[in-house]
């Protein structure tokens, strides 16, 4: 069974507690940017976490050192219009 990569987003703190961050959204001509800022304040001691919904019911959680600045997901806009969602994960990047 292939499982498709339907969304990422960072979180801080126990992945129980769900502390999911909302972000910054960049959108530009073919792609749209999720910008997270894992630094200042209270995050700076909180773990951090990257986590990856996979055909929306299926997660994946990676730590991430504690070391990480900022995460980026970008998605691609798809070609086909009655594509759904309109978009696609093409890059996770982490710093």
């Not at 979180?11 to 959204?25: A, M, T």
């Not at 976490?49 to 299926?58: A, D, G, K, L, Q």
Request: one cysteine or more; hydrophobic letters at 35%.
């Amino acid at each position: 069974m292939k499982l498709k990569l339907d969304g990422a987003g960072a979180r801080l703190g126990p992945l129980e507690q769900e502390g999911v961050l909302k972000g910054d959204v960049i959108e530009k001509a073919d792609t749209v940017e999720h910008k997270f800022s894992l630094t200042g304040g209270v995050a700076d001691q909180l773990d951090k976490w990257m986590i990856c919904t996979y055909s929306s019911n299926v997660y994946l959680a990676r730590k991430l050192p504690s070391a990480t600045k900022e995460c980026t997901v970008t998605y691609r806009r798809d070609t086909d219009p009655k594509a759904s969602p309109p978009y696609a994960i093409s890059v996770i990047s982490c710093m």
